[in-house]
T-cell receptor
């Protein structure tokens, strides 16, 4: 069974607006990662947050983690058309961190 | 792309035929993974390898086998392809230093008729 579920499934915004997507997972984790996938391409790692961290920033990205609620959010500030992509959360499984379990993703469309 | 290539990039085959997909890395990383991506399911792990000749099953391993005879190559074989195996297949590697941050290949689009 999948560990992470993203919400919303699709999000459409204008350039300059902020985009927030959420991820929920089911079991204890060591860390949670976010990946981006442009159409027809492989996934690209964006940011990792450890289970003992609550918030992390990287450029225009802000990730939060609430282990009590088993949820994470990814905020992209001042979105650009180039941010149009699918975004996936991934967690290490409860059988060890050698394997990641990916969510179903959020499709983000940023219009000029 | 962390030196990961996949071949072929596109393949159309018929039900019942064997198919082998190849993943090649140039960075000598220990961990390699095969995923399939289908609409509504995200990425699902098929098999992974933690060294030469060391492999383990993932979430959706039925109908697939893998081999790793060299550090740089990880092969995924569909012994007898079925239409349900039509998908996009991604290979990934992990540097496994402290965290399992993965780097993905460009994918192989497989169509089984």
């Amino acid at each position: 069974s999948q560990q992470g579920e993203e919400d919303p499934q699709a999000l459409s915004i204008q350039e300059g607006e902020n985009a927030t997507m959420n991820c929920s997972y089911k079991t204890s984790i060591n860390n949670l990662q976010w990946y981006r996938q442009n159409s027809g391409r492989g996934l690209v790692h964006l940011i990792l947050i450890r289970s003992n961290e609550r918030e992390k920033h990287s450029g225009r990205l802000r990730v939060t983690l609430d282990t009590s609620k088993k949820s994470s959010s990814l905020l992209i500030t001042a979105s650009r058309a180039a941010d149009t992509a699918s975004y996936f959360c991934a967690t290490d499984s409860n059988t060890g961190f050698q394997k990641l379990v990916f969510g179903t993703g959020t499709r983000l469309l940023v219009s000029p | 792309d962390a030196g990961i290539t996949q071949s072929p990039r596109h393949k159309v085959t018929e039900t019942g035929t064997p198919v082998t997909l190849r993943c090649h890395q140039t960075e000598n990383h220990r961990y390699m993974y095969w995923y399939r991506q289908d609409p509504g399911h995200g990425l699902r792990l098929i098999h992974y390898s933690y060294g030469v000749k060391d492999t383990d099953k993932g979430e959706v391993s039925d109908g697939y086998s893998v081999s790793r005879s060299k550090t740089e190559d990880f092969l995924l074989t569909l012994e007898s392809a079925t239409s349900s195996q039509t998908s996009v297949y991604f290979c990934a590697i992990s540097r496994q230093r402290e965290y399992n941050e993965q780097f993905f290949g460009p994918g192989t689009r497989l169509t089984v008729l």
